[in-house]
C-alpha cells in the first residue's frame, strides 16, 4: 500500500473548504481507494489546518497525484505544507469498521548519524504501545519513502481512536509513553535521537482509513 499525508498551513483560511474539495476531487481522478481530507482539531502542534491522506494501489499513481497536487501547494492561499510519502510498515492493525473517530498522524524525524540498531530499538517499542494502550484501535508505523516540509521526516506514525479522549487522555498520559517512548524525545535524556521539531495532528474521520 502506497501512501501520501500531507499537513497544509493557511495563508489564508477562508480558501479552506475549497482547496479541501480540489483535493479530494484530484483524489478521486487518481484513483486513491482510500482518501481523509478534514480540518485539523484543537491541539494539533504544527498540523496545519489541513490534514489529507491518501492510499494508492501501486507508487506510480501516488506520484503522479503527488505531481497533480503540486499547483494547489504553489498557491498564494497556501503558507506551508509538511509530509511523507510512504509504504506502509510492518505489522499494523486496522479496524474496519471504526467510524466517526479520530484519525492522528505524528511526523518525526530520527537523527541522521543514529546507529541502525537504535532505530530499530525505537521502533519496536513504538510498535508496542498498542499491546499497552487499548484507546489506540488502528495503528501503523512506518518508514519515509520522501519527504517535505520543515525537517526531513523519516517515520509517520498513525493512530486510530474512537474519540478525541483516547489520544489526549489514555495515549498521551499513559505511563508506558512516559517511561519507555518520551526519552526518545527528550532534549535532556541520553536516549534522545529524535529531533524536538515534530508534526502532531489530527482530525475527525468518518470511517477508519488505515
Not at 126 to 134: D, G
Not at 135 to 145: E, K, N, T, V
Request: charge should be negative.
Amino acid at each position: 500500500m502506497y501512501r501520501l499525508t500531507r499537513l497544509v498551513t493557511l495563508a489564508d483560511s477562508g480558501r479552506l473548504s475549497a482547496l479541501a474539495d480540489e483535493m479530494r476531487a484530484l483524489a478521486t481522478a487518481h484513483s486513491a481507494y482510500r482518501q481523509l481530507v478534514a480540518p485539523t482539531l484543537a491541539g494539533s502542534h504544527f498540523g496545519g489546518e489541513l490534514l489529507a491522506h491518501f492510499a494508492f494501489d501501486d507508487a506510480v499513481q501516488r506520484s503522479d497525484f503527488d505531481a497533480a497536487l503540486a499547483p494547489l501547494f504553489a498557491a498564494p492561499a497556501v503558507a506551508s505544507v509538511d509530509g511523507v510519502a510512504y509504504q506502509s510498515g510492518p505489522g499494523g492493525r486496522s479496524e474496519p469498521g471504526l467510524a466517526n473517530g479520530v484519525y492522528r498522524v505524528l511526523l518525526l524525524s530520527v537523527d541522521e548519524d543514529t546507529d541502525p540498531a537504535l532505530v530499530e530499538r525505537f521502533e519496536a517499542e513504538t510498535r508496542m504501545m498498542p499491546h499497552y494502550i487499548p484507546a489506540i484501535r488502528g495503528w501503523q508505523l512506518s518508514r519515509a519513502d520522501e519527504a517535505t516540509g520543515a525537517r526531513r521526516w523519516t517515520h509517520v506514525w498513525e493512530q486510530e481512536y474512537a474519540d478525541v479522549g483516547g489520544l489526549m487522555g489514555p495515549y498521551m498520559m499513559h505511563p508506558y509513553h512516559w517511561a519507555r517512548i518520551d526519552r526518545w524525545f527528550d532534549p535532556e535524556c541520553p536516549d534522545r535521537i529524535v529531533d524536538a521539531r515534530l508534526c502532531h495532528s489530527f482530525c475527525a474521520m468518518e470511517a477508519s482509513v488505515l
